[in-house]
């Protein structure tokens, strides 16, 4: 059986899709026949919500309980926190009891850790665990980077949202050198494209430009209405609309992941027989 891989979805910025596209490249993958865990790793829950759980507050067990447990060296039970969503994907839930938790690891001791701790217990259990990260460089997005063997970054075709790409960039580097050498950059992923205006053309080319430096992927999500409504509805852009365009760019990003993941295999064992 593959190991299992942990991809952290992460951009500094707010709402350029990063929540969407969790679900979305999570259910793609589960219809791939993949088991897929998604984490949500953002107190605002917005993933939880998302995925049908209206009141993510009145949760009894969320991601914040397993974590105390580690910080408190039990055992995590993470299975009874798990959400089984009836489009093939699991749930790990959050709510605003995150916010605080954050707040206290800054005094904890292996703070950076503590995620990836919860997590390796399931890693046997699933073929992807997807962590939504929260719009900021704090702490829950350290420890998620610290789990993480690759990061995709949401961005929109916008001036803020690439400007903002530095610092996210720097912030991966040093987490990379200090904590988690094995992390890796699968790739921006541009969203809510709309190719009619010079400006958007102009941005994706410019990043497109950047080369093997920093690769962007060759699928590119468009502007649509329709997606925004998901995720007052429960469900997936592919049970919401699955014959429109988000639900084919997302299946076009799921096949993208699969093909780039198996270059990646491919190379490590071509590498492999040389040595």
Known sequence: MDECKIIAITNQKGGVGKTTTTESLGVGLAKEGKRVLLVD????????????????????????????????????????????HPEGVDLLPSNIELSAFEVGL???????????????????KYDYI???????????????????????????????????????MKSITKVRKQINPKLKIDGILLTMVDNRTNNAKSIIS????????????????????????????????????????VAAAYE????????NERSEKDRLRTQDCIR
């Open 252 to 259: 076009r990003l799921t096949k993208e992941v699969l093909d």
């Open 206 to 245: 410019a990043l497109r430009e950047t080369g093997d430096s920093l690769r962007v992927f060759d699928t590119e999500i468009p502007f649509s209405v329709r997606a925004a409504e998901t995720s007052s509805e429960g469900k997936s852009i592919f049970a919401h609309d699955g014959k429109g365009k």
């Open 41 to 84: 790793a953002d107190p605002q829950a917005s993933l939880t919500v998302s995925l049908g759980i209206s009141t993510p507050d009145e949760l009894g067990i969320t991601l914040t309980d397993i974590l105390q447990q580690v910080l408190d060296d039990d055992e995590p039970a993470a299975d009874a926190a798990i959400v089984h």
């Open 130 to 168: 997807l962590i939504d990260c929260m719009p900021s460089l704090g702490m829950m997005t350290i420890n998620a980077l610290t789990a993480a063997d690759s990061v995709i970054i949401p961005s929109q075709a916008s001036y803020l949202s690439t400007k903002g790409l530095y610092l996210l």
């Open 106 to 124: 800054i005094s904890a001791m292996s703070r950076e850790y503590v995620l990836r701790d919860a997590l390796e217990p399931m890693k046997a």
